[in-house]
């Protein structure tokens, strides 16, 4: 299933769920976390598209660690990123 993208009141959704934050990279790579996993404070849950599109886990920390190559999105850009179809 294709991930769809929505704005809606100044946020970014994909497929309905509320983007919480968002990383992007040199690469053209990006992160979306829609859930922070329970009882850790950089483990996140959401939709990445990397060479493929899928959901997945992945770690905010290794992502901070990766800078200046991969930085934060900040929350007002982020209706506007990632490789959204039309």
């Keep these: 299933m294709k991930a769809r ?16 934050k968002g990383w992007e990279s040199f690469s053209g790579w990006f ?3 829609v859930e922070r996993v329970k009882d850790s404070d950089e483990l ?8 493929v599109e899928e ?6 920390h290794e992502l901070e660690e990766l800078a200046p190559k991969v930085w934060r999105i ?12 039309r």
Excluded: A, C, M, T
């Excluded at 993208?5 to 919480?20: A, T």
């Excluded at 900040?74 to 179809?85: E, F, K, T």
């Design 31 to 33: 992160w979306f976390g």
């Design 55 to 60: 959901w997945g886990y992945f770690s905010e």
């Design 5 to 20: 993208f929505e704005q809606r009141g100044g946020h970014l959704y994909i497929n309905g769920r509320k983007v919480l």
């Design 44 to 51: 996140w849950f959401g939709l990445v598209q990397g060479f």
């Design 74 to 85: 900040r929350p007002q850009d982020l209706p506007y990123s990632g490789r959204q179809r």
